[in-house]
């Protein structure tokens, strides 16, 4: 049985890491007949594993999208866990390898995870090394995902920030949170949810593991835009506690993941696309001031480009002048 079982597990893993196996070719892969190749893929398909025949001169097999989540992998809750720990993947270098393991998983994951997992947009901004982890529940993080593409106003009770108590003694309760739910972001370890408060008009943010969503959902709602227009950099400034009053983009002739770690939770760090096999990346960064942000930019002490705003252009050319004067060839 054991013997069967690993055999099993081994004709599982080739019909994942090639879209058509010959059934000659399989068979002597596995050292065995193919009468039990055959035999092998109805015990699979009894479990719940999607595999066709093939036609054609030599005849095979291919592992498609299922309808059941194959028992021999994960439970529906192991398998969300693992798909929202590979699409927020902030490991450097195993981004790519982390897309294609999540592409797998997500191919043999029955419609009802599937399509709930498609509907969680998530946002990443890089943390900084030695931060650690709050627990979240993949339910929750789902649901939110939901009403967030959905537009459906959701209600929890929050265990952080002012809440008021109506009533006095036994009748006194803390109503719940009414908001409009726009993004799921991770940064440093942590869930935050964007949304728009209905009961106080405004913005918030909201750690997830400190929420307790209730039951069911609210109307649809038309989706505001978030303040400044860029979620990262609400996030940031909001976990930061001191919103920048100037922001910028530039373009870093570095590593993504060199100059992440250095950003935190300050702005945002995604790669671009060699150029001549050199390494970019793009970076939108905060600051107190024009020029204190165009002198923060030197800190990388790698070449860079300007993308916007005016106002960034000119203070750093400005900057480069005062350099270029101070120098002592220059006196």
Not at 222 to 236: H, L, N, S
Request: aromatic content about 6%.
């Amino acid at each position: 049985m054991l013997e069967t079982s690993g055999r099993l597990l081994t004709l599982l893993s080739l019909l994942q890491a090639r879209r058509d196996w010959p059934g000659a070719l399989l068979a002597d892969r596995l050292g065995v007949s193919p009468r039990t190749v055959r035999r092998d893929v109805d015990r699979l398909r009894e479990l719940g594993y999607p595999v066709n025949a093939t036609k054609g001169p030599d005849g095979g097999y291919r592992l498609a999208a299922g309808a059941d989540l194959p028992p021999l992998l994960f439970d529906d809750e192991q398998a969300v866990a693992v798909a929202l720990a590979l699409r927020t993947a902030a490991i450097p270098g195993a981004e790519e390898g982390a897309l294609r393991a999540l592409a797998t998983i997500r191919q043999v994951m029955p419609a009802r995870l599937r399509s709930r997992l498609d509907a969680l947009e998530v946002t990443t901004v890089r943390r900084r090394p030695g931060t650690e982890d709050a627990v979240v529940e993949p339910e929750t993080l789902l649901a939110l995902g939901s009403a967030c593409r959905a537009g459906e106003v959701v209600r929890f009770d929050y265990a952080g920030g002012s809440m008021a108590v109506v009533g006095e003694g036994d009748a006194a309760f803390r109503p719940p949170r009414r908001v409009e739910p726009h993004h799921l972001v991770t940064s440093e370890g942590r869930w935050y949810l964007v949304a728009y408060d209905l009961d106080r008009a405004d913005w918030r943010l909201f750690r997830v593991d400190r929420l307790t969503l209730r039951s069911g959902t609210g109307p649809r709602f038309t989706r505001r835009e978030v303040p400044g227009g860029d979620v990262g950099a609400f996030v940031a400034d909001r976990i930061s506690g001191s919103p920048s009053p100037v922001r910028g983009e530039v373009v870093l002739h570095a590593r993504a993941a060199d100059v992440a770690p250095w950003i935190g939770a300050r702005g945002l760090c995604e790669p671009l696309p060699d150029v001549d096999g050199a390494p970019r990346c793009r970076v939108v960064l905060g600051s107190w001031s024009w020029g204190g942000l165009a002198g923060w930019l030197g800190v990388f002490d790698v070449p860079f480009e300007v993308v916007g705003p005016p106002e960034l252009v000119a203070a750093t050319r400005e900057l480069a002048a005062r350099y270029a004067g101070a120098t002592p060839a220059a006196r």
